[in-house]
């Protein structure tokens, strides 16, 4: 149950609450008393004789979740990962997709996903589509439909998923592409280390340029240090002068490299411009798992030598309830407790809360996260501190859309039972 509720018209202010002073330009851990006042849904400069004290609670913008596959989601009860590995999780998926992956199963699953964002307080997703044929005709006009349907509630992007070997000029990528363009998406790629990396990531970049869009790539997800896709990537983008922006994710393999090899990519992502996007929560559950063996590595990406360059960094869930990941719900403060407690980034800088609404939602062109007017998007929680903030799921949370308390109600995983077939 909500802790509070709040009026659903009229002229009121909400006393004492605070948030994060990063998002008063104030580089420290700390939090500044943020009084809201709220003019028939509308975030408004002018007070009220109507103060509602809300004694001391954080108030932080909603979510936006840059990274996500909505298209994959929840189908762990038909697939599961045999062993929890990425190849298991690689395979998994691919067979589920091939008997599966009609536009009603992909519909039904997406649309149960944007309920839970929508619920936990997320205003902005991107979400990856596999989009090797057939799945491209599938699964981008049922994303196109349902960004249709969501506008107003959930902001949505999307990108094209598919493995760096499967790009060629001449052949399926192209018409993929093609499809990316139409539906206003962002062009991607899965890069890792082949042997005509370079030429393929030239075509990428070549048939972003040709059709204007972004670009979004997976890079080097794998603790093997040999793997130095990154590095490939920002060197294309320096030397093709490239000024659309590019999103890279994942990157754990810097986390194994000499320092000497990885600051020297870092120094490279910096200057390209390029920004980056962390998956702990997948990360820690694929990276370093071995068979009877406690895993050592946590598979995190460089975010704090990122940061100290100017690296734009931002935190997203990644996937839900499928072989690359057994659980999450797309709750950007789950990614937050979660991104907090492996990446260390408790004792650290104080603009890190930007990364989860802010920072993505400029990444991705989502437009303010945080603005001063306009309608009211926020999200109360019950705690007045960090460790408050971040020692509970927060289930009681207070979110506002357009002015208004929303209905909180999860979906039920009931819901999608007669999909859940196994293959």
């Given at each position: 149950?909500?802790?509070?509720?709040?009026?659903?018209?009229?002229?009121?202010?909400?006393?004492?609450?605070?948030?994060?002073?990063?998002?008063?330009?104030?580089?420290?851990?700390?939090?500044?008393?943020?009084p809201l006042s709220l003019k028939d849904g509308v975030l408004t400069e002018?007070?009220s004789e109507q103060a509602i004290d809300l004694r001391g609670v954080i108030v932080l913008p909603c979510g936006v979740d840059m990274h996500t596959h909505?298209?994959?989601?929840?189908?762990?009860?038909?697939?599961?990962?045999?062993?929890?590995?990425?190849?298991?999780?690689?395979?998994?998926?691919?067979?589920?997709?091939?008997?599966?992956?009609?536009?009603?199963?992909?519909?039904?699953?997406?649309?149960?996903?944007?309920?839970?964002?929508?619920?936990?307080?997320?205003?902005?997703?991107?979400?990856?589509?596999?989009?090797?044929?057939?799945?491209?005709?599938?699964?981008?006009?049922?994303?196109?439909?349902?960004?249709?349907?969501?506008?107003?509630?959930?902001?949505?992007?999307?990108?094209?998923?598919?493995?760096?070997?499967?790009?060629?000029?001449?052949?399926?990528?192209?018409?993929?592409?093609?499809?990316?363009?139409?539906?206003?998406?962002?062009?991607?790629?899965?890069?890792?280390?082949?042997?005509?990396?370079?030429?393929?990531?030239?075509?990428?970049?070549?048939?972003?340029?040709?059709?204007?869009?972004?670009?979004?790539?997976?890079?080097?997800?794998?603790?093997?240090?040999?793997?130095?896709?990154?590095?490939?990537?920002?060197?294309?983008?320096?030397?093709?002068?490239?000024?659309?922006?590019?999103?890279?994710?994942?990157?754990?393999?810097?986390?194994?490299?000499?320092?000497?090899?990885?600051?020297?990519?870092?120094?490279?992502?910096?200057?390209?411009?390029?920004?980056?996007?962390?998956?702990?929560?997948?990360?820690?559950?694929?990276?370093?798992?071995?068979?009877?063996?406690?895993?050592?590595?946590?598979?995190?990406?460089?975010?704090?030598?990122?940061?100290?360059?100017?690296?734009?960094?931002?935190?997203?869930?990644?996937?839900?309830?499928?072989?690359?990941?057994?659980?999450?719900?797309?709750?950007?403060?789950?990614?937050?407790?979660?991104?907090?407690?492996?990446?260390?980034?408790?004792?650290?800088?104080?603009?890190?809360?930007?990364?989860?609404?802010?920072?993505?939602?400029?990444?991705?062109?989502?437009?303010?996260?945080?603005?001063?007017?306009?309608?009211?998007?926020?999200?109360?929680?019950?705690?007045?501190?960090?460790?408050?903030?971040?020692?509970?799921?927060?289930?009681?949370?207070?979110?506002?859309?357009?002015?208004?308390?929303?209905?909180?109600?999860?979906?039920?995983?009931?819901?999608?039972?007669?999909?859940?077939?196994?293959?």
């Amino acid at each position: 149950m909500d802790f509070v509720k709040l009026p659903t018209s009229g002229h009121f202010t909400l006393t004492n609450v605070v948030t994060p002073a990063c998002y008063h330009g104030t580089n420290v851990p700390g939090f500044v008393e943020t009084p809201l006042s709220l003019k028939d849904g509308v975030l408004t400069e002018e007070p009220s004789e109507q103060a509602i004290d809300l004694r001391g609670v954080i108030v932080l913008p909603c979510g936006v979740d840059m990274h996500t596959h909505l298209d994959k989601g929840h189908i762990w009860a038909r697939s599961p990962n045999p062993d929890g590995t990425f190849m298991g999780a690689l395979t998994t998926v691919g067979a589920d997709r091939t008997a599966h992956w009609h536009a009603n199963d992909v519909r039904r699953r997406m649309e149960f996903s944007l309920k839970c964002a929508w619920a936990h307080g997320t205003w902005a997703i991107r979400t990856h589509l596999d989009s090797i044929p057939p799945q491209d005709d599938i699964s981008w006009p049922v994303f196109d439909e349902l960004r249709t349907e969501w506008a107003g509630r959930i902001a949505l992007q999307a990108a094209c998923l598919v493995a760096i070997e499967n790009v060629d000029r001449e052949g399926p990528y192209a018409h993929t592409a093609d499809l990316v363009q139409r539906y206003s998406g962002v062009l991607g790629a899965v890069a890792y280390p082949v042997d005509d990396l370079m030429e393929r990531l030239n075509i990428v970049f070549e048939m972003a340029e040709a059709r204007d869009l972004p670009l979004d790539f997976h890079v080097d997800e794998t603790l093997d240090p040999t793997s130095t896709a990154l590095h490939a990537i920002a060197e294309v983008a320096l030397k093709r002068g490239f000024e659309a922006p590019v999103t890279v994710g994942h990157c754990c393999s810097l986390s194994t490299q000499d320092p000497e090899v990885s600051y020297k990519t870092l120094d490279l992502v910096a200057e390209a411009g390029i920004s980056v996007v962390s998956l702990p929560m997948c990360n820690l559950y694929l990276q370093d798992r071995q068979p009877d063996r406690t895993p050592r590595f946590r598979g995190i990406t460089m975010v704090h030598e990122m940061v100290a360059r100017g690296i734009p960094v931002a935190f997203a869930s990644d996937n839900t309830r499928d072989p690359f990941y057994a659980y999450g719900d797309l709750d950007m403060l789950e990614v937050m407790r979660e991104a907090t407690r492996i990446g260390h980034l408790d004792h650290s800088h104080g603009e890190w809360p930007l990364a989860f609404n802010m920072t993505p939602a400029d990444i991705c062109g989502f437009g303010p996260a945080n603005p001063p007017c306009g309608p009211a998007n926020f999200v109360l929680y019950n705690a007045r501190s960090w460790t408050e903030l971040l020692a509970r799921p927060q289930s009681d949370r207070v979110v506002i859309r357009n002015g208004q308390q929303i209905d909180r109600t999860l979906p039920q995983y009931h819901e999608l039972d007669d999909l859940m077939e196994p293959a």
